[in-house]
């Protein structure tokens, strides 16, 4: 197993910030795993939102670019999503999700290909 946990969702006004945070209990992990961010919103499909592979490349779905970043913190063994300028339509439940081989920004829409995922957290953007 791959233990992720998610942190750091919330509810924000359209505008507002939040920053995620999945916590990878395993050091292998954290440095040998593509690692990504999905969102699943209510009665839709869950859909990738960006990731980074472990060449510290990033790729990013074309709704959240310029106003999301995927980062990590070595020291923390952490992943995170700084979401600025969140509107409703990203309001979903978010996952934090690992992939044991590398992957490129084809893998944003094969959730199949990701083998390890996080309990969630909600994200809600009131208009």
């Known amino acids: 197993q791959v233990p992720l946990v998610e942190s750091g969702g919330g509810s924000v006004q359209a505008g507002g910030s939040l920053r995620l945070s999945c916590a990878v209990v395993?050091?292998?992990?954290?440095?040998?795993?593509?690692m990504g961010w999905f969102r699943q919103a209510p009665g839709k499909e869950r859909e990738g939102v960006a990731l980074?592979?472990?060449?510290?490349?990033?790729s990013y779905a074309d709704s959240v670019k310029d106003r999301f970043t995927i980062s990590k913190d070595n020291a923390k063994n952490t992943l995170y999503l700084q979401m600025n300028s969140l509107q409703p339509e990203d309001t979903a439940m978010y996952y934090c999700?690992?992939?044991?081989?590398?992957?490129?920004?084809?893998?944003?829409?094969?959730?199949?290909?990701?083998?390890?995922w996080g309990q969630g957290t909600q994200v809600t953007v009131s208009s």
């Open positions: 980074l592979n472990t060449d510290g490349s990033t």
């Open positions: 395993s050091e292998y992990t954290y440095h040998r795993y593509c």
């Open positions: 999700a690992a992939r044991g081989a590398y992957c490129d920004a084809s893998l944003l829409h094969l959730t199949s290909m990701w083998g390890y």
